[in-house]
């Protein structure tokens, strides 16, 4: 062997090594750093927007209280004046939204402002993380009540329903990256016992109020998505209890309830947007095993059948046999997390194309109010 060779081999050695070195946080914060700063230094100086700003109408609760409408619910034309019809799907543009698109906004900004703060630990970031933080939870004036009685309302038949707590879902990535500045020492300790008093209100709200155990009870993804929220919420509020129930409800109940032995969930299947469900309720259950295989107890196993049988409609969605979705076929797939966890968890790549090759900062109403995870970097 040549002296040339060997430098070359021993360039291709060092060059491997440090390749196998990247760790997944440094692997996703490299192929999304640009768009996090971008899109945290578009929410710096904003004004945090709560639901006090908005008057709902129709709302039969108070100005603090977070309202909104039945997506899939229609004047009906026989009836114009009277009780609203259900066309599943189909959402009502004209239904009160004006909450929930406040609520994530607040998510997006908490969890962008909080990426950028891991990336650079520029303190500006974290400080305009609490301005939000406490406008939302803590000052008097505008912050929303701890409850959700009066979320996916349906005029002329319901004030609200046990359904609308899905609503919050988008508050779990606001839980989490309260967790990250915290730990990093980069919010003040007000305004993380501020928040964690609200959460753990709205929390034994969500487990003893019957609307929350109704939609504990949900077979399908209203439960998956009550379990996701409760364990973000009692993890950022340390309550071991709830934590132990999200756990024995995953593998007690979701996996042998919800998922057929392929791996498909039968019951979004049978929507009219067969395809949106399935990828929605794959999306909240991976968050969800991520969350409760944090101490010491592996949950993917059974997981990795549902990722299994999504992955080839993700890379090739042509091949779905289940029909296109009602509306909005064209705008999925995205990133979706669940194939980031589960590429953290196995480090499979097709996982990890499956994630990377796709929208990370999609624009889209419909897509952000169906996807729970959009900021991976303050999970890893």
Not at 28 to 57: K, M, N, Y
Not at 175 to 193: M, P, T
Not at 280 to 306: P, T
């Amino acid at each position: 062997m040549n002296k040339a060779t060997s430098i070359f081999l021993l360039f291709s050695v060092l060059l491997l090594a440090s390749s196998c070195s990247v760790s997944p946080s440094q692997k996703v914060s490299s192929l999304l750093e640009q768009g996090i700063i971008s899109g945290a230094d578009s929410w710096l100086d904003t004004e945090p927007v709560t639901v006090t700003a908005f008057v709902a109408e129709r709302s039969a609760g108070g100005m603090h209280d977070f309202y909104s409408e039945g997506d899939y619910w229609w004047p009906d034309p026989e009836n114009p004046d009277g009780p609203y019809i259900r066309r599943d799907g189909e959402s009502n543009p004209d239904n009160f939204s004006a909450h929930r698109k406040a609520m994530i906004d607040f998510s997006m900004a908490v969890g962008s402002l909080t990426s950028a703060y891991l990336l650079t630990g520029d303190a500006r970031y974290a400080a305009a993380v609490e301005k939000h933080v406490r406008a939302w939870f803590i000052d008097e004036d505008t912050k929303m009540n701890p409850s959700l009685r009066y979320a996916q309302a349906i005029k002329g038949r319901a004030t609200g329903r046990g359904i609308g707590i899905i609503d919050t879902i988008h508050l779990i990535e606001v839980a989490q990256a309260l967790i990250r500045l915290r730990d990093a020492g980069a919010i003040s300790s007000e305004c993380i016992e501020g928040a964690q008093n609200w959460f753990s209100e709205y929390l034994h709200w969500l487990t003893t109020h019957q609307y929350g155990i109704d939609e504990m009870n949900a077979r399908n993804n209203h439960g998956t998505c009550w379990a996701l929220q409760a364990a973000a919420f009692a993890r950022f509020t340390g309550n071991k209890e709830i934590t132990g129930l999200c756990r024995q409800r995953f593998k007690d109940v979701f996996i042998p309830t919800q998922m057929a032995e392929d791996g498909s969930f039968p019951q979004e299947l049978a929507r009219t947007k067969p395809y949106g469900y399935s990828l929605f309720n794959l999306d909240a259950m991976a968050v969800l095993c991520h969350i409760l295989s944090q101490d010491g107890e592996d949950l993917w196993n059974d997981m990795q059948k549902a990722v299994e049988f999504m992955l080839p409609y993700v890379q090739d969605k042509t091949k779905w046999p289940y029909g296109e979705d009602v509306m909005y076929w064209d705008e999925w797939p995205v990133a979706q997390p669940a194939f980031l966890f589960a590429w953290l968890r196995f480090g499979e790549e097709s996982y990890y194309r499956a994630w990377k090759n796709y929208e990370h900062f999609p624009t889209n109403a419909e897509v952000l109010r169906n996807l729970p995870v959009r900021n991976p970097l303050i999970w890893l």
